[in-house]
């Protein structure tokens, strides 16, 4: 693909692995992989609501699925990730690809369907990919996603690369019977793969309660023998302990681990989402209680390890990024109209 | 700065809505995530939510107006401290308007690909007779010999040595690294595979029958043939799915299937159908290196048939093209997998009656090798496709309608097809027989087209 042009102040560039430990906090983790993890939280929820006003405007056509409230889930679990792991999700992907470190300039423009977007304008807000960063979609069949990234992990063994597979999905997705089939593999001949169920309570507008006889999700993987932790989705420190703990166990050669990260999603389903399964009270009760990013924006000026004025720096960096990135979304060109009978097959 | 809300469009086909209520007032504080307003579409009420903080300076659309068009401003928020006057400045960008898609293609215009595969190379080296089921077991221990990533997963194909024998001694050379069997999930080992493509291996998921694969039908089509694509071209799946298709013999409908035209239909997919031991040695390896994935249909009443290989590990044959089985002048005759050898039979009982039927062996369903045929049909005029499955929206259809689309004009007789018959696959011996293609069928319908 022709690459996203760098935005001059792209997205924060994170360190997969071993961080470096100087000034520890109480949590154990040091100040600047904390100020790292709110940029880029940060970054996630403004591209999103960069993402649905681009929606509004309708630059930003058919679906589109915002991560907004779940943003500690995947920059918890990239904490804990090293640069072999492969990540793969479903359709509600923007936040995994930017905690990737994909390149948010080229993940707007696939989402504008332009040229320079990862998929060249042709897979969309669903459908994006990137083997340098190892990131692996991007899927629209909802749990598909979850035998393909126990394939990944399968390949990971099979190279004996030390990588591990991180499969998201969600809890409407959990109980498609592939990802029975892919637990039974995965115990079976022991992948390192870490499932990781974003419990947001709704699978469209159908809570937990009216789809699952059981809603202890990460108990789903007992019949196999895979053990599961159930975690505080919406507190990155709590993502990142879990993330390690299932990481370090799968990088052992013990195969797979569930986690059930117990999160919310602010928005609806996707951009057209009446949101009529729901009141508003449970909404704004989850955004004032348990906000990730202000939960983690507390600690930190808690811990001084921040001050308003660097946070307020922070703010406006990640607004910078997120304007850039959009202008870059629309000053891009469609798709030439040849690309239409590209990329269906490689030369053999 | 200042900035305008417009009015969004909240599903991907509103045009416009109607401003049902604003929630908040003018000169009211908003901070990001406050709801300003509700707004009614055809089809639900919606709210819309602050993304910047500031104070909401003006309310340009006032409530209860209908029919207002998306990207109309319809209010003002300006920052803390901000000037009401400075709205002016606040050039709101309106959304560019998408260039008009370029006129769809006909499905005739499209590309076709640019370099034919090579024609198969001419081999006068020594042979070896061997059955089809040695020919693919061979095709494969020698692909995995020369290249690591290759392995091989399925039900039975290890310990048991394969359903029908197919990876007999591959489990001993290889071990159970690279030989696989696997639980009885199909969905769940065809994705497995399929992620396995994309993380860098080079698979090979037998199933058991294609009858079976449906529950992976949508894994291969969803997720293998079109990631390409939907990648823009970063990560296709080098994958073979490969086992045997359509009908053995008196095991009912639900084993007696021919998938053949469903694959066909999928781009993104290559399909191929060998006939003979070469067909089946040469097209897999071939199947095995191509970075794309190939959809292999074998079929269990051929496997014990023998035939002359090539003696050579290099031997390959091209996917993407038929071979000319029996070359003659009076009616062309297309054919795959067991179809082929009633079709050679069909051509020598037409022989005694005078009639010289050329025969193609199309070996490749996807891409149809279409310049052979054309190609054939230029010369007899006449042409008659045989296949197993059944009629309705099949490879037969197909051909017919490449060939009126690049061989009208040379069409002397409507081309005739002989296929299944239009129904489950019956138990019963007499039944069974009754729905599948006969040589007398395909006599019958070569004799029709050349009025005979
Ligand atoms: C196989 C399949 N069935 C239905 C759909 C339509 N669909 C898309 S998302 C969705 C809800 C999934 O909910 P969940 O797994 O909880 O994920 P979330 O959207 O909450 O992230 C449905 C029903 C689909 N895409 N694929
Ligand atoms: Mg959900």
Redesign the interface.
């Known amino acids: 693909m022709a690459k996203p042009p760098n935005n001059a102040k792209s997205a924060p560039k994170h360190k997969k692995g071993a961080a470096k430990k100087n000034k520890s906090t109480s949590s154990g983790v040091n100040a600047e992989d904390l100020l790292r993890f709110y940029r880029q939280m940060l970054l996630i929820r403004r591209f999103e609501e960069k993402a649905g006003q681009l929606y509004g405007m309708g630059l930003i056509g058919g679906f589109c699925h915002l991560y907004i409230g779940q943003e500690a889930v995947v920059v918890g679990m990239m904490a804990a990730a090293n640069k072999q792991d492969s990540v793969i999700t479903s359709y509600r992907d923007h936040g995994h690809m930017l905690a990737c470190d994909m390149d948010p300039n080229g993940v707007m423009a696939e989402l504008t369907g332009r040229r320079d977007g990862y998929s060249k304008g042709k897979g969309g807000s669903m459908h994006m990919f990137s083997r340098e960063k190892n990131f692996y979609g991007g899927h629209g069949i909802v749990g598909a996603q979850i035998p393909l990234g126990t394939g990944l992990a399968f390949a990971h063994k099979y190279k004996e690369d030390g990588g591990i597979a991180h499969a998201y999905c969600g809890d409407g997705a959990i109980n498609q019977g592939q990802i029975y089939e892919s637990f039974n593999m995965a115990e079976l001949w022991k992948l390192p793969v870490i499932y990781v169920i974003e419990n947001n309570r709704y699978g469209m507008g159908t809570s937990i309660e009216r789809a699952s006889a059981t809603t202890e999700l990460y108990q789903r993987g007992a019949s196999f023998g895979i053990p599961g932790a159930q975690v505080d989705g919406m507190d990155i420190l709590a993502v990142k302990a879990a993330g390690e703990k299932a990481a370090a166990r799968c990088r052992a050669g013990k195969g797979p681990f569930i986690l059930e990260m117990k999160t919310y999603r602010y928005r609806g389903h996707s951009m057209s989402d009446p949101a009529k399964y729901r009141d508003k009270e449970e909404v704004s009760k989850v955004r004032k209680e348990s906000d990730p990013i202000d939960n983690l924006r507390d600690k930190l000026i808690a811990a001084k390890v921040a001050d308003e004025a660097t946070l307020k720096d922070i703010d406006k960096d990640i607004k910078a990024i997120v304007t850039a990135a959009a202008e870059f979304a629309q000053a891009s060109e469609e798709p030439d109209p040849a690309e239409l009978y590209t990329d269906i097959l490689l030369e053999a | 700065m200042a900035t305008q809300i ?7 086909t ?1 045009t416009e809505g109607k401003l049902a209520k604003w929630v908040k007032a003018e000169g009211d504080k908003v901070a ?2 406050d ?1 300003l307003a509700e707004i009614e579409t055809d ?6 939510e602050a ?1 910047d903080e500031g104070i909401l300076a003006k309310i340009l659309v006032a409530e209860g107006t209908e029919g207002v068009p ?2 109309t401003p319809i209010a003002v928020i300006t920052e803390d401290g901000e000037d009401v006057g400075d709205i002016g400045v606040a050039a709101v ?1 309106a ?2 308007p ?2 008009p ?2 006129a769809p ?1 006909t499905a005739a215009a ?2 076709r690909p640019s ?1 034919q ?1 090579a024609q198969e190379p001419d081999y006068s080296g020594p042979t070896v007779h061997i059955s089809v089921r040695e020919a693919l077991r061979d095709a494969m221990a020698e692909e995995m010999r020369a290249d690591e990533l290759v ?1 091989l997963m399925g039900e039975e194909v290890a310990q048991y040595q394969g359903a029908y024998k197919i990876s007999q001694g591959l489990l001993d050379e290889f071990g159970p ?1 690279r030989v696989i069997d ?2 009885i ?1 199909e ?15 080079r698979p090979i998921v037998e199933f058991m029958t294609f009858n079976f694969a449906v529950q992976a039908l ?2 291969i089509i ?2 293998a043939a079109k ?10 799946a080098p994958i073979v799915f490969r086992g045997p298709n359509g009908a053995a013999a008196r095991v009912g409908a639900q084993h007696s299937q021919c998938y053949a035209s469903w694959y066909a239909h999928v ?2 997919l ?1 399909v191929v159908a060998p006939w003979s031991a070469a067909d089946a040695k040469g097209l897999l390896k ?1 199947a095995i ?4 994935p190939v959809v292999f249909l074998e079929n269990e009443i051929l496997y014990g048939q023998t035939f002359d290989v090539p003696d050579d590990p290099d031997f390959t044959l091209p ?1 993407g093209r038929a071979k000319v089985e029996r070359p003659g002048a009076d009616v062309t005759i297309t054919a795959f997998s067991l179809m082929v050898g009633m079709s050679l039979d069909a051509a020598e009982a037409l022989a005694t009656e005078g009639i010289e039927a050329e025969v193609i062996n199309l070996r490749t369903l996807r891409p149809l090798d279409t310049d052979t045929i054309v190609q054939s049909v230029r010369k007899t005029n006449r042409l008659v496709t045989v296949e197993e499955g059944w009629p309705t929206a099949g490879i037969g259809a197909e051909i017919a309608a490449v060939i009126m689309e690049h061989a009208f004009d040379d069409l002397d007789a409507p081309v005739a097809r002989v296929a299944g018959a239009d129904v489950p696959m019956p138990y019963a011996a007499n039944l069974e027989k009754l729905a599948l293609p006969t040589v007398d069928q395909i006599v019958a319908a070569a004799k029709s087209v050349c009025y005979r």
């Open positions: 417009l009015m969004p469009a909240l599903s991907p509103m990001s995530g709801i089809k639900a009420t919606m709210e819309i993304v998306v990207n960008k959304p560019t998408a260039a898609a370029a293609a499209a590309p370099s595969p392995f690294k696997t639980p999930t969905q769940g080992f065809g994705g497995l595979g399929i992620g396995a493509a994309f993380g860098g291996l949508d894994q969803n997720s990631t390409l694509y939907m990648s823009g071209g970063q990560m296709g781009p993104g290559k071939s290196r191509d970075p794309n996917i």
